[in-house]
């Protein structure tokens, strides 16, 4: 049987922290940032847990069950 193959495109999106929960970054900071504010810009830095639901999808994609 041939190995499993992890999904390139979720791999370079989703990071697991220690703890094992899955972090994303939040869309909307590739452009156009001149008319976003200092503060929205600042958040938009912060990475973001999944969403419950979507865990078990990602880690399919991940591998990680």
């Known amino acids: ?14 990071r697991v922290s ?3 929960k899955l972090k994303r970054g939040r869309p ?6 001149s008319v976003k504010t ?5 958040k938009l830095r912060t990475k973001e847990s999944i ?10 994609l991940l591998r990680l069950v």
């Open 1 to 14: 049987m041939p190995k499993q193959k992890t999904n390139k495109a979720a791999r370079k999106r989703i």
């Open 28 to 33: 909307g900071r590739r452009h156009l940032l």
């Open 38 to 42: 200092t503060k929205r810009k600042r």
């Open 51 to 60: 969403a419950a639901p979507d865990v078990f999808k990602i880690k399919k």
């Open 18 to 20: 220690k703890n094992g």
